[in-house]
């Protein structure tokens, strides 16, 4: 069984600062999302990457999938309030079941 | 065009008791998920309906148990409520190899 492990778990920081969270997982991603999940709300796409070493940018957000595909970093810069929220990273399996395996999650809170 | 939606968004049952819920995918996807997610075990795979198919079942009991119509809406069942399954359920659907999007949930509270 697949584990994905997020740190950290809680992180909470002022306005404007940047900040990195991560992904771990135990066994090679078939490919790796990042989700971003409001309180009261579902989980809402981010980003995919499927390449090894591969970067993504979505604005403020920086996305690197690892180069052997088993870890994953997520750096915000210049934090802002609507960036609260807690992070998860996922792996969706690749064999046409649709499942996702979701990681533990990272907490955070920007605070003004 | 609408989300996902799902109902109710709380339900607060009995221990022994059985719980339906329900999900109506986004128009056109044939693709519905469902999730439990808890503060102890995070957000885990229930099962998978494509076309009123189950095609894929995560490691949950078999209290735990759903269906799909040939509107693609799906309802998932609970019977025999523990308080162990008090959490969110969300549900999300998809076309074939495209972004998942999810429901608000179903906070569902067992007492």
Known sequence: ?112 | KAGVTQTPRYLIKTRGQQVTLSCSPISGHRSVSWYQQTPGQGLQFLFEYFSETQRNKGNFPGRFSGRQFSNSRSEMNVSTLELGDSALYLCASRMLNTEAFFGQGTRLTVV
């Open chain 1, 1 to 112: 069984t697949q584990l994905l492990e997020q740190s950290p778990q809680f992180l909470s920081i002022q306005e404007g600062e940047n900040l990195t969270v991560y992904c771990n997982s135990s066994s090679v991603f078939s490919s790796l999302q990042w989700y971003r999940q409001e309180p009261g709300e579902g989980p809402v796409l981010l980003v995919t990457v499927v390449t090894g070493g591969e970067v993504k940018k979505l604005k403020r957000l920086t996305f690197q999938f690892g180069d052997a595909r088993k870890d994953s970093s997520l750096h915000i810069t210049a934090a802002q309030p609507g960036d609260t929220g807690l992070y998860l990273c996922a792996d969706i399996s690749n064999f046409g079941n649709e499942k996702l395996t979701f990681g533990t999650g990272t907490r955070l809170t920007i605070i003004p």
